[in-house]
């Protein structure tokens, strides 16, 4: 018997209230994106759930991607039977039988959006209940907690069961709470940060500071390659390469060795809200966790963010790096993260950086560097390029910082 729907439960979505339908029309938008390969399914979105209809596509192969979609709280296999009776009682059957594992308990959990239909919930679980019992042994009925929840649903349409839920991704849909720049190095943290970002809604631009000849090409393609992995949970994802070899002499040139980790994350943060606002951002994030390095503390913290107003989001501020590497694991980014290619931040690291940095002794030292020039040869040298779930980047533009935007 063909799996021939499938049920998709929105979790989170259904406590939104007066927004709930921006959020489903979202998730719908994403859903069809997402399984577009698919030229057969028909899609649709009501109130509560998600319906999507087969016409013959593979099941497995529309779940698979449906796993990786935000927003989605758990989605069922579902078969189709006419309204009749007999037919509900042999799928009921049919299904069990699939799924049969010795002292099985199960119950039967009956809705009827047809209210037309002969058998109201209470005798539709008592005959397909009876029926269960009779045809397979030893199976016994357990109304809390069973080991088999069987769904069945009689719509105008025909009656539909399922005997299986799986786990989605949760979160919020990707689009629905703005657009944030990711601060993305090369290491594990920032592309967890981007993961927790897109889970919460958010749509992310990755911002990457690359230094040659001081970084090297495997550590820029590094950053792609990270990129690439959040790129299944949103489709394509603009990569943005700053040029950061200039700045970073400068801060070498000029500034003590103790403050100069301090002042190089003022400068990527500036670079970084510049592009913000021209690509319509509405936030900043990153992979910091609280007092996990020296420019994470909260002195650093405060000196490093009176550049910019625009919020700092930081997904993994309360998280040990247990937790971060258990996330970076469980999306598949920490082998790519650990590859000894060292991005800008690790090749120019002091060898003592100041902890509890002074704002004021910051900003006198940053006197001696021509902050406009550098920020403006960096700007004039950006590349943009899309990133896909495979990793095709497509380069889209190699020109100036006025024509980019």
């Known amino acids: 018997m063909e799996i021939t729907e ?20 979202k998730l719908h938008r994403n859903v069809r994106l997402k399984l577009e390969s698919f030229s057969k399914l028909k899609i649709a979105a009501n109130r509560d759930r998600l319906h999507i209809t087969l016409n013959g596509e593979d099941a497995d192969a529309v779940m698979s991607r449906l796993r990786d979609i935000f927003g989605v709280s758990s989605f069922s296999p579902v078969v189709r039977v006419d309204k009749s009776i007999e037919e509900a009682k042999q799928a009921v ?18 809705k009827r959006a047809d209210h037309d239909f002969e058998y109201d919930t209470n005798d539709l679980n008592r005959i397909l209940g009876t029926v269960v019992e009779e045809s397979i042994q030893p199976l016994s009925v357990r109304m809390k907690n069973p080991d088999l929840d069987v769904r069945v649903e009689v719509r105008l349409d ?18 629905t709470a703005g657009k944030g720049m990711l601060m993305m190095s090369g290491g594990i943290d920032s592309p967890v940060a981007g993961y927790l970002s897109l889970k919460r809604g958010m749509e992310i631009e990755a911002v990457h500071f690359h230094s040659p000849p001081y970084t090297s090409p495997q550590a820029l393609q590094k950053a792609k390659d990270l990129t ?112 000894p290619y060292e991005d800008c931040c690790t090749v120019f690291a002091p060898s003592k950086p100041k902890t509890k940095p002074k704002l004021k002794k910051v900003k006198e030292m940053e006197g001696s560097l021509d902050i406009d020039a550098l920020i403006t040869n960096a700007l004039s040298g950006l590349r943009i390029e899309s990133i896909t779930q495979d990793d095709n980047s497509e380069n889209l533009s190699e020109e100036t910082y006025e024509s980019l935007f």
Do not use: C, W
């Open 6 to 25: 499938i049920l998709v439960r929105y979790g989170e979505l259904s406590t939104k209230g007066k927004n709930r339908k921006f959020f489903i029309k």
């Open 93 to 110: 059957v049919h299904l069990i039988k699939e799924n049969f594992k010795d002292n099985m308990t199960f119950r039967i959990n009956t």
């Open 158 to 175: 025909g009656i539909f069961i399922s005997v299986e839920t799986l786990d989605g991704a949760g979160g919020l849909p990707v689009g």
């Open 228 to 339: 690439s992995k959040l790129a299944k949970y949103t489709g394509d994802i603009t990569f943005i390469e700053v040029p950061f070899t200039e700045i970073q002499e400068a801060i070498k040139k000029h500034i003590p060795e103790d403050y100069s980790m301090t002042i190089t994350r003022r400068m990527m943060l500036r670079l970084t809200d510049k592009i913000r606002g021209k690509r319509n951002g509405l936030a900043i994030m990153n992979g910091e966790s609280l007092g996990q390095v020296a420019s994470q503390t909260l002195e650093s913290m405060l000196a490093i963010n009176e550049v910019t107003a625009t919020p700092i989001l930081r997904p993994l501020i309360s998280m040990d790096k247990n937790d971060i590497i258990s996330i970076a694991r469980d999306i598949d980014t920490f082998d790519l993260a650990i590859q």
